[in-house]
């Protein structure tokens, strides 16, 4: 069966300190993985995909296949990075989104 | 960049009485449009994949004849919520396709 966690429902961080969101997935096939983010009262959007391999706003992301993992890292965390983050694997361009349940991340300053 | 909407934000309506959300691609077409619904701090959860021209694909648990969608146009897909009950309250979520999701802002229903 598809299926992606996030087994962190909140994170809490101080300003300036490295974050890692995990996320592990298991899925037929060689997804496509993405990470969107959700600030508060706005709408979801995308924040970085694997196959793309850029880095957004600080944020990067590693596909490990072995591990099966798409971890979301930042060295430095910013408030305004506070939003809610979901991984969502993907079968194929223009394929359902399989979302995992969420990391809310929290950075005080 | 590629925008979606949705009409209304909010609604608000009586148990029995039926709801229709609109979602648009405002400047792009998409031939797949997808539904979700999202509960106050959780995840969202896929209800449907809507395709330009065919019937919808319902995910497992979903009622089809609850939850009637229709994607009449490659820029327009509706999602109507019949004989709404309480337990339809929720926020739904739209989302279409061109290489990637551009998600809707979403439509907070509340069924009295």
């Known amino acids: 069966a598809q299926r992606v966690t996030q087994p962190e429902k909140l994170l809490s961080v101080f300003k300036g300190a490295p974050v890692e969101l995990k996320c592990n997935y298991s899925y037929s096939g060689s997804p496509e993985l993405f990470w969107y983010v959700q600030y508060s009262r706005q709408r979801l959007q995308l924040l970085l995909r694997?196959?793309s391999r850029e880095s957004i706003k600080g944020f990067t992301a590693d596909l490990n296949k072995g591990e099966t993992s798409f971890h979301l890292k930042k060295p430095f965390a910013q408030e305004e990075d506070s939003a809610m983050y979901y991984c969502?694997?993907?079968?194929?361009?223009?394929?359902?989104?399989?979302f995992g349940q969420g990391t809310e991340l929290s950075v005080k300053p | 960049g590629a925008v979606v909407s949705q009409h209304p934000s909010w609604v608000i309506c009586k148990s029995g009485t039926s709801v229709k959300i609109e979602c648009r691609s405002l400047d792009f077409q998409a031939t797949t449009m997808f539904w979700y619904r999202q509960f106050p701090k959780q995840s969202l959860m896929l209800m449907a994949t809507s395709n330009e021209g065919s019937k919808a694909t319902y995910e497992q648990g979903v009622e089809k004849d609850k939850f009637l969608i229709n994607h009449a146009s490659l820029t327009l897909s509706t999602l109507t919520v019949t004989s709404a009950h309480p337990e339809d309250s929720s926020f739904y979520i739209c989302?279409?396709?061109?290489?990637?999701?551009?998600f809707g802002p979403g439509t907070r229903l509340t069924v009295t």
């Open positions: 989302s279409a396709s061109f290489y990637e999701q551009y």
């Open positions: 694997h196959i």
């Open positions: 969502a694997p993907r079968h194929n361009q223009g394929g359902k989104l399989i």
